[in-house]
């Protein structure tokens, strides 16, 4: 069981390249999340997915994409990243019928 | 006003002694709140959750939640270097909503044991 899995560790990215980062959970949850984490400024929510095949928009959604492909996985696309875009991605998700979030490893991302 | 607010710190504490860590929040319907401590390069980790008004202890660490003045604070007894850590406070305003939680997340107190 490896719980909540996130690839990559690491990027750095030049202005206007896409990626896509991507998570999976291995706990049987429904609900998943992306958030960044910037100095100062806290976890913000960018997308959540209530259950297979819903997502919606969080906090901060703008330059963001997602996917949740099935119930194990749930995908970040970045279009055409930006500096602003800098930050740590951390992908979380909740058991069904509770609100606890578990995290994962996180994805350190630089974008030149 | 931010919706979930913590001292940034940092907040230095002699080991052995207690570590006090306060929240407020900004929502009164409020019902779900967590202490998660993340250590520096890594992931939040869940300590606590406490849903009712009052103590909730487990181990070194004991929750408070006084929803009348909208704080809820975290008490870590006999504070060991390993406490050393930033500690974030999580406020969820839709339990029972389950599929539409969110959590509003404090920008974190950083925790200091001091040898």
Redesign the interface.
């Known amino acids: 069981n490896a719980g909540v899995t996130q690839t990559p560790k690491f990027q750095v990215l030049k202005t206007g390249q896409s990626m896509t980062l991507q998570c999976a959970q291995d706990m049987n949850h ?2 998943m999340y992306w958030y960044r984490q910037d100095p ?6 960018i997308y ?1 997915s ?2 297979e095949g819903t997502t ?1 928009k ?1 906090e901060v959604p703008n330059g963001y994409n997602v996917s949740r492909l099935n119930k194990r996985e749930f995908s970040l696309r970045l279009e055409s990243a930006a500096p602003s875009q800098t930050s740590v991605y ?1 992908c979380a998700s ?1 058991p ?11 994805t350190r991302l630089t974008v030149l | 006003q931010k919706e979930v607010e913590q001292n940034s710190g940092p907040l230095s504490v002699p080991e052995g002694a207690i570590a006090s860590l306060n929240c407020t929040y900004s929502d009164r319907g409020s019902q779900s709140f967590f202490w998660y401590r993340q250590y520096s390069g890594k992931s939040p980790e869940l300590i606590m959750s406490i849903y009712s008004n009052g103590d909730k202890e487990d181990g070194r660490f004991t929750a408070q939640l006084n929803k009348a003045s909208q704080y809820v604070s975290l008490l870590i007894r006999d504070s060991q270097p390993s406490d050393s850590a930033t500690y974030l406070c999580a406020v969820n305003n839709l339990r029972g909503d389950f599929g539409n939680e969110k959590l509003t997340f404090g920008t974190g107190t950083r925790l200091t044991i001091i040898p």
């Open positions: 429904n609900s100062g400024m806290g976890l913000r929510l959540y209530a259950s919606d969080g951390f909740t069904q019928r509770t609100d606890t979030q578990y995290f994962g490893p996180g």
